[in-house]
């Protein structure tokens, strides 16, 4: 089998199997790749050549494509900063909050207190998916 022939074959493969198992196109990345350097293995016989034009090309395309993504912003805090608890928060444990409408898993900032069920809370900050909760009369006296 020629070196062009399976650069191609290579490709089609890498392009399909993108269509079947999607893997935020780097599959059809490579496979694009691969198709480019079919097309060179004409005129290039070294095979060690043409696998690192392979490897140049693959990530000169991520590189041309990064610009095309999504910026992610991290989720902030909004300004109300108020929730009420759904379940009791005992000392060093997780319990619920209704935060803008929705449920959220909490934990208080100071392990060593507990908050009882339908307290007014105060988000302080943010762990992963888990707010960090103060009471409400914790803060103001």
């Not at 990530?59 to 095309?68: D, E, G, S, T």
């Not at 992610?72 to 409408?101: C, D, F, K, M, N």
């Amino acid at each position: 089998m020629s070196p062009a022939l399976f650069w191609l074959m290579a490709g089609v493969v890498l392009c399909l199997m993108e269509l079947f198992l999607p893997t935020a196109f780097v599959e059809a990345t490579l496979g694009i790749s691969a198709l480019i350097v079919s097309v060179f293995a004409l005129f290039i016989p070294q095979v060690s050549i043409q696998v690192g034009l392979w490897l140049l090309f693959s990530v000169l395309i991520v590189i041309a494509l990064r610009r095309f993504l999504p910026k992610r912003t991290p989720y902030t805090l909004a300004a109300s900063t108020e929730a009420r608890t759904i379940t009791s928060i005992l000392p060093g444990e997780t319990g619920r909050v209704l935060y803008e409408g929705n449920s959220w898993q909490a934990r208080c900032e100071d392990e060593q207190v507990a908050i009882a069920t339908h307290q007014r809370v105060i988000v302080v900050g943010r762990q992963g998916n888990t707010l960090l909760v103060m009471p409400e009369q914790a803060l103001h006296s």
